[in-house]
């Protein structure tokens, strides 16, 4: 499980990234629609996963309402979920 988690919130962070930081101007400044389309539906999918998962996973881990707000509201944030991978699931395995 922590493996998903753990590149679901790194997808789900480029996804964020991606729309934001390269659609969105495409869509806006350029008038090019497709890719914002595209992108869109696969952040959202990676949103609902991240999601998902990130209950799963602190229901597994028996983790507190803390770090559950924190992971969940990092996926609301751009670079959250790098600092949410970074803060709690990057050393996890080596002290498991």
Same mark, same amino acid.
């Given at each position: 499980? @922590?493996?998903?988690?753990? &590149?679901? !919130? +790194?997808?789900?962070?480029?996804?964020?990234? *991606?729309?934001? !930081? $390269?659609?969105?101007?495409?869509?806006?400044? !350029? /008038? +090019?629609? =497709?890719?914002?389309?595209? %992108?869109?539906?696969?952040?959202?999918?990676?949103? +609902?996963?991240?999601?998902?998962?990130?209950?799963?996973? %602190?229901? =597994?881990?028996?983790?507190?309402?803390?770090? !559950?707000?924190? $992971? @969940? %509201?990092?996926? @609301? $944030?751009?670079?959250?979920?790098?600092? &949410?991978?970074?803060?709690? @699931?990057?050393? *996890? /395995?080596?002290?498991?």
């Amino acid at each position: 499980m @922590l493996k998903l988690f753990r &590149a679901t !919130a +790194i997808l789900e962070g480029v996804s964020y990234l *991606l729309l934001f !930081a $390269l659609t969105m101007p495409l869509k806006y400044w !350029a /008038d +090019i629609t =497709e890719p914002n389309k595209v %992108v869109g539906y696969v952040h959202g999918f990676l949103f +609902i996963a991240y999601v998902v998962v990130c209950m799963v996973f %602190v229901r =597994e881990r028996k983790w507190g309402f803390r770090k !559950a707000f924190v $992971l @969940l %509201v990092a996926s @609301l $944030l751009p670079f959250g979920t790098f600092y &949410a991978y970074k803060k709690y @699931l990057k050393g *996890l /395995d080596q002290s498991s």
